[in-house]
Every structure is written in structure tokens, then in C-alpha cells.
């Protein structure tokens, strides 16, 4: 605020205009353009009660239009948040929530460690290897309690279905006839393996289906761990990079799956390898647990579990 009242001599002094341009501009009249604030609220106002099945936008241009009031689409926007009002039409388009279509159910969320022998989960995942023009993409199945892969497969080209399916059919075959204990075949809901082609392929065993959420990359944590420290050893260790052609790429990769599963160290399983880790709970090295059957499913994570046991004490 100013601490004085200025002469008219003082004003053009200190805006360095002259004083016919001061009066000059004081004896304008306003601009249509130049409403008040409180007038062009009450405008918008008016618009809208003559012509409530319109939209900001619709009564933004009517304006610009009819009353020669230089406005902008968004400050009728805030105009219309201001005064709590919308278009009135059949034809507004609603959210509606999502239709939840799982094919499968989710048969772990947050149990995975309560998974108690080898062969009980098998999870699948495609990850990719791409390093300048080359685009490989591999499809690989590991078992959740050893942490072994049981079968890997590359595409022939980008977007190929085959590496899922034959990938499949190996661990069909390695499974073979088990009358015992269902196996849990854990995957996201790719259109692959949500396909009839590819659940046809488990018809007649005993193996049942279980799938992620939509959307829930965390309900496949196992398989999201290992892909990230795969991709991480076969660039860094074995410099899978450096593969031109596919055939370079598919042995080194057969390489690594070799040491992977026979010699590398694996800290989930107490550093051992995932091979030796299954031969040992065969012989009856390691303790048989029975903690899997008796899992409490929630969708709820189990950090939020923890923090909500640990406020409740």
C-alpha cells in the first residue's frame, strides 16, 4: 500500500507515462472483456441455468460468442468448480468400477514362503533381453521352493507363443504322472496363458491354475526376484550382451542355466544350489513341513498384516 496519496504529476513521475496519456486512459471506458470477477461468475451463472445440458467448454465459446466476453475455457472451468455445478445430460460419460474376469483364482498372494516341498508351485514369466538391434524373449518356469529352473524356452520372433506352450509341455513331462499332491501353476494373466490352447495342455494331469491379480506384479514376487538377478548375472558375468545371432544367445544361456541351477549359491535357500537343495529334501536332509495346506489367503499384503499386528500390541 502506498504511504501517501500521489499527485497526478507524482503517478506519471513514477509509471513514466505523460499526464494526457494518464487521463487518457482514465476517461476509457471498460472493455466488455474487463467484467469483474464477481460479474463473470454470475454470468457463467446464467448461461448455465438457460442452458443446463452443456459443458464448461460449450459455455465458454457461447460467450465468447454472444456476449462478446473475452473468457477461457479453464476459467469456466474453475467457474463451474467454484459453483458446484455441471452438465445435466444423459450423455456424461460415469466411471464405472472394474469387472473383475479372473480366469483363474489366486491360490498364494502373500504365502509364498509357506510353500513346504519341491514341485508344489511352479511360476512362469517372459522376460526380455534386448541390447541394440537384437530383441530376444525368453519364457522361463522355476520351481518356487527350490528355486530351480525347470524349463526355459526363446521365441522364434517377437511376440511367438510357442516358447510358453513347449516351455509347458516340459514341465508336463517332468512332472509326469504325480497321483499325489496338486502342483500350482502361478502366472500373470498374459493372453498366453489365459488361452484355451494353453490350459489344455494341463487337462488331464494334476496340475491346477493360479493367477495374479490384474495389474498386481507383486503377486509374482518369486518370479520377478529371480528374472531381475538372471538378467543382472548373464549380462554383467556372462556377457550374454555380446551375442549376435540367436544360436551365440541360446549357449550361453544354456550355460548360465547349467550353473544356475548346479553351481551358483542361492541365499533364499541357505546358499545352496537349487539342484542339491531338492536332492537334499529327497533324501530327507531338510524338514518336511506341512505349511502350505494350511495358508490363510488374503489379499491384504503382509507387511500391512505386520504393522497392523504390531499397533494392535
Same mark, same amino acid.
Given at each position: 500500500?502506498?504511504?501517501?496519496?500521489?499527485?497526478?504529476?507524482?503517478?506519471?513521475?513514477?509509471?513514466?507515462?505523460?499526464?494526457?496519456?494518464?487521463?487518457?486512459?482514465?476517461?476509457?471506458?471498460?472493455?466488455?472483456?474487463?467484467?469483474?470477477?464477481?460479474?463473470?461468475?454470475?454470468?457463467?451463472?446464467?448461461?448455465?441455468?438457460?442452458?443446463?445440458?452443456?459443458?464448461?467448454?460449450?459455455?465458454?465459446?457461447?460467450?465468447?460468442?454472444?456476449?462478446?466476453?473475452?473468457?477461457?475455457?479453464?476459467?469456466?472451468?474453475?467457474?463451474?468448480?467454484?459453483?458446484?455445478?455441471?452438465?445435466?445430460?444423459?450423455?456424461?460419460?460415469?466411471?464405472?468400477?472394474?469387472?473383475?474376469?479372473?480366469?483363474?483364482?489366486?491360490?498364494?498372494?502373500?504365502?509364498?514362503?509357506?510353500?513346504?516341498?519341491?514341485?508344489?508351485?511352479?511360476?512362469?514369466?517372459?522376460?526380455?533381453?534386448?541390447?541394440?538391434?537384437?530383441?530376444?524373449?525368453?519364457?522361463?518356469?522355476? *520351481?518356487? =521352493?527350490? $528355486?530351480?529352473? %525347470? @524349463?526355459?524356452?526363446?521365441?522364434?520372433? +517377437?511376440?511367438?507363443?510357442?516358447?510358453?506352450?513347449?516351455?509347458?509341455?516340459?514341465?508336463?513331462?517332468?512332472?509326469?504322472?504325480?497321483?499325489?499332491?496338486?502342483?500350482?501353476?502361478?502366472?500373470?494373466?498374459?493372453?498366453?496363458?489365459?488361452?484355451?490352447?494353453?490350459?489344455?495342455?494341463?487337462?488331464?494331469?494334476?496340475?491346477?491354475?493360479?493367477?495374479?491379480?490384474?495389474?498386481?506384479?507383486?503377486?509374482?514376487?518369486?518370479?520377478?526376484?529371480?528374472?531381475?538377478?538372471?538378467?543382472?548375472?548373464?549380462?554383467?558375468?556372462?556377457?550374454?550382451?555380446?551375442?549376435?545371432?540367436?544360436?551365440?544367445?541360446?549357449?550361453?544361456?544354456?550355460?548360465?542355466?547349467?550353473?544356475?541351477?548346479?553351481?551358483?549359491?542361492?541365499?533364499?535357500?541357505?546358499?545352496?544350489?537349487?539342484?542339491?537343495?531338492?536332492?537334499?529334501?529327497?533324501?530327507?536332509?531338510?524338514?518336511?513341513? *506341512?505349511? =502350505?495346506? $494350511?495358508?490363510? %489367503? @488374503?489379499?491384504?499384503?503382509?507387511?500391512? +498384516?505386520?504393522?497392523?499386528?504390531?499397533?494392535?500390541?
Amino acid at each position: 500500500m502506498l504511504s501517501k496519496d500521489y499527485t497526478v504529476k507524482e503517478v506519471c513521475l513514477l509509471m513514466g507515462i505523460s499526464r494526457s496519456g494518464y487521463y487518457k486512459w482514465k476517461r476509457r471506458p471498460l472493455a466488455p472483456s474487463h467484467l469483474t470477477r464477481e460479474k463473470q461468475i454470475k454470468l457463467v451463472e446464467e448461461v448455465h441455468n438457460e442452458h443446463p445440458s452443456h459443458g464448461y467448454r460449450w459455455v465458454a465459446a457461447y460467450i465468447r460468442l454472444t456476449r462478446k466476453v473475452s473468457v477461457s475455457d479453464n476459467f469456466i472451468y474453475k467457474c463451474f468448480r467454484y459453483l458446484g455445478i455441471k452438465a445435466e445430460t444423459k450423455h456424461r460419460e460415469r466411471c464405472k468400477p472394474r469387472k473383475v474376469k479372473d480366469r483363474y483364482p489366486n491360490l498364494i498372494f502373500s504365502t509364498w514362503d509357506q510353500v513346504d516341498r519341491p514341485r508344489q508351485v511352479i511360476v512362469s514369466d517372459m522376460t526380455v533381453f534386448k541390447h541394440g538391434y537384437f530383441f530376444f524373449e525368453v519364457t522361463f518356469y522355476f *520351481d518356487v =521352493f527350490t $528355486k530351480e529352473i %525347470l @524349463s526355459w524356452r526363446i521365441a522364434d520372433k +517377437r511376440g511367438s507363443r510357442m516358447q510358453y506352450i513347449d516351455g509347458l509341455t516340459d514341465v508336463v513331462r517332468l512332472l509326469g504322472n504325480n497321483g499325489g499332491e496338486p502342483t500350482v501353476l502361478h502366472t500373470d494373466q498374459g493372453s498366453v496363458y489365459s488361452s484355451i490352447a494353453y490350459n489344455e495342455l494341463i487337462k488331464d494331469t494334476n496340475i491346477v491354475r493360479s493367477m495374479s491379480r490384474a495389474g498386481k506384479p507383486t503377486d509374482n514376487p518369486v518370479n520377478e526376484a529371480l528374472n531381475g538377478w538372471i538378467k543382472e548375472e548373464l549380462m554383467t558375468d556372462f556377457k550374454i550382451n555380446r551375442c549376435l545371432h540367436k544360436a551365440d544367445f541360446e549357449e550361453t544361456l544354456k550355460r548360465y542355466v547349467q550353473f544356475y541351477n548346479k553351481q551358483r549359491p542361492c541365499w533364499a535357500i541357505g546358499y545352496d544350489t537349487p539342484e542339491n537343495y531338492r536332492i537334499r529334501y529327497n533324501r530327507g536332509e531338510l524338514e518336511h513341513k *506341512d505349511t =502350505f495346506s $494350511k495358508r490363510q %489367503l @488374503s489379499e491384504v499384503p503382509k507387511f500391512v +498384516r505386520k504393522r497392523k499386528e504390531r499397533a494392535d500390541h
